[in-house]
Structure formats: C-alpha cells, structure tokens
C-alpha cells in the first residue's frame, strides 16, 4: 500500500519567503555553488546536459549559464534519461519526500550520469535551535515548532542507496559564521528567504520577549570565538553523490573472491591474533 510522506512544509510560505529573498543575502547559495565546483573539478569528465533543481535560481544559473533551471515541486520538470548531471541545489532541506526528489533526479540521468546534491543539514543552526527552545520554555511554558528538521549526514547518505544511485558517497562541509546578535541571524535567514515555512509552524504572533530572551541566551552561550561581543552560528552543507547505474562502471568484489592475501602483498609475516577476551583490567578470573 502507498503511504504519503507526512507535511513537513508550507510550500505557498516557502513560495512567499524565496520571493522576499535578497540577492545579496544568498552566500549559503555561493558557498555551495563553490564547493560543488571544487568537486567537479575532480570529475575528469566534460558534462554538456546539465540540469539544476532549485528554488533560488539566481546564484546558480550565474554558475551555471548552460544548465537547465529546475524548480524543487515535489514532481520536477525533469525528463528521463536527458541529463549528465543533475544539481539538487540547497533544496533538499525543504522535500516533504526527499528519497522522491533523488529518484526523479537519477531517472533524468542518463546511464553513468552524475547527481550531485548540497543542503543544510547535520549541525547547522543547532545554537539558534537550543536558544529558541529554552527562551520558549521560559516565556510559554511549552515548545512550538520553529526551525525546520534537518538530516544527519549517515541519513542523507542512505538516500542515495535506497534511490538506486551506483558509487554512493555522502559527505558534509562545515563553516562558523559571525553575527552581531541573534535576531540579526534571524534577520539574515529571512533576507535568505530561510524564514520557517514549517507545515506545523505555530502560526499566532510570537510574545516579544521570546526573541529577546533567546538573543540572551544565544549571546551568553554562543559566543564567537575571537570576538566574544559576537555570536558564532555552524553551518553544514552536505553533499550527496551518485551515478546512474551502467553496465561499464567499476562493481565491488563479492565478499570471499580475493585471489591472494595481502600479507603476500605487503611481503609481510601474518601472525594470528592472540585472544585478549579475558586480559585486561576488569578479566583474569579472581
């Protein structure tokens, strides 16, 4: 039986949000499009049919003039098997099904064709999250969602595997950013066009106070490191990356097929390992 992901967004008030975006506001988007260069830099292939799926095009058609724009619906304008590379760009975050958004991206591929995909996720605004809850629990008395949920890296790189991408591998970059406060991060995240379109997002006109006691708490706990009059904010982009699947890639062994040892390899002795299962402080017997 088909399940439906639940609602994790508001995609009129994400919508309304990217549209108050301002340009100079984007360095997430920057950042990104620089580490994906980085690692296509290391791809010694040319790729000629490039499509990106994002909702913020401007920063990414100005890295990308060739490519398609494609923007991050739930079902992407993406036709099957006409791209080398797809970019999912800084949009995953928001995917009510991101496993979906991988699938439609590797049917777009054609065979030994590249996804790449960079979001936010692992640790990023865990100080601003941290914050907010114990000023809410202060001010309210209860907690109310405010920053969207984001994946961990070993979860995101499970994605790419249960998508059916080939040569998987998932990594995260991480930045510490400075600001004079909190509520100018929260002023930047909206500058972004980051502001919370949580599906669940408690809609009424937050108390004053909250904002006020959390810029206290963040200013207290958070510091910067070289300027304590700072606060300090983390940043994880994660990258995923996966190839189509085709018949010339490179396969991993069965395990057991090895037809030498790498003892024999190295010129080195083997030497069976003692069993230390009763050795140590708390073994030995009485």
Request: charge should be negative.
């Amino acid at each position: 039986m088909t399940t439906t992901p639940p609602r994790l967004t508001d995609r009129a008030a994400l919508a309304r949000h990217r549209a108050r975006a301002v340009p100079d506001a984007l360095f997430p988007h920057e950042l990104a499009a620089d580490q994906i260069e980085d690692r296509l830099g290391m791809v010694k292939r040319a790729f000629t049919q490039i499509a990106v799926v994002t909702g913020v095009p401007g920063p990414w058609r100005a890295r990308f003039p060739e490519a398609r724009i494609v923007d991050d619906a739930e079902v992407l304008d993406l036709e099957p098997g006409r791209h080398d590379l797809v970019i999912h760009a800084m949009a995953l975050q928001w995917a009510d099904d991101p496993v979906g958004q991988i699938v439609q991206c590797r049917r777009a591929l054609v065979p030994d064709g590249l996804m790449l995909a960079v979001f936010p996720g692992g640790r990023t605004l865990t100080e601003l999250r941290a914050a907010l809850a114990e000023a809410e629990t202060a001010v309210t008395g209860g907690l109310s969602p405010r920053v969207a949920p984001l994946p961990e890296i070993r979860d995101a790189g499970a994605l790419l595997q249960r998508a059916g991408l080939a040569l998987p591998v998932a990594d995260v970059d991480r930045s510490i950013v400075t600001y004079a406060d909190a509520l100018a991060l929260m002023h930047e995240l909206r500058a972004m066009g980051e502001a919370s379109a949580l599906a669940a997002r408690d809609r009424r006109i937050p108390p004053r106070a909250l904002f006020e006691q959390a810029a206290r708490i963040y200013a207290e706990a958070y510091p910067a490191a070289d300027d304590p009059d700072r606060i300090r904010a983390t940043l994880d982009l994660v990258h995923l990356s996966g190839w189509a699947p085709a018949d010339d890639q490179p396969q991993p062994l069965r395990p057991g097929s090895a037809s030498s040892r790498l003892a024999d390899a190295l010129g080195a002795t083997e030497r069976p390992l003692r069993d230390n299962s009763l050795d140590g402080p708390s073994g030995g017997g009485d």
